[in-house]
């Protein structure tokens, strides 16, 4: 399993970026696919995720100034920012929980890409 995140870069608040995750070494178009963030000095934070069926899910703080898709041509989840605040900086990660037994699974996460959105 493979993930590489990109598209991260500096922003100034209310300003837009969008993520990509290039996926390979599973079946991408039967698994969910996560993006988390970690903000300097805190803890992992769950950001949004999608299903195989396209519904996406967002944390609260998310919702309707980040939208998830994903292009199962391409193997790739995006996750569109908009309105960035200062408090959005952190580095974004992409995730897929995929089965390593009959009944074990195991997380699996990219490297990371940082966005900061500062003046």
């Known amino acids: 399993v493979q993930l590489v995140e990109s598209g991260g870069g500096l922003v100034q608040p209310g300003g837009s970026l969008r993520l990509s995750c290039a996926a390979s070494?599973?079946?991408?178009?039967?698994?969910?696919m996560s993006w988390a963030r970690q903000a300097p000095g805190k803890g992992l934070e769950w950001v949004s995720g999608?299903?195989?069926?396209?519904?996406?899910y967002y944390g609260d703080s998310m919702k309707g100034r980040f939208s998830i898709s994903r292009d199962n041509a391409k193997n790739t989840v995006y996750l569109q920012m908009n309105s960035l605040k200062p408090e959005d900086t952190a580095v974004y990660y992409c995730?897929?929980?995929?089965?390593?037994?009959?009944?074990?699974?195991?997380?699996?996460w990219g490297q990371g890409t940082q966005v900061t959105v500062s003046s």
């Open positions: 070494g599973f079946s991408f178009s039967s698994s969910a």
């Open positions: 995730a897929t929980r995929q089965p390593v037994s009959a009944a074990e699974y195991r997380h699996y």
């Open positions: 999608i299903y195989a069926d396209g519904k996406a």
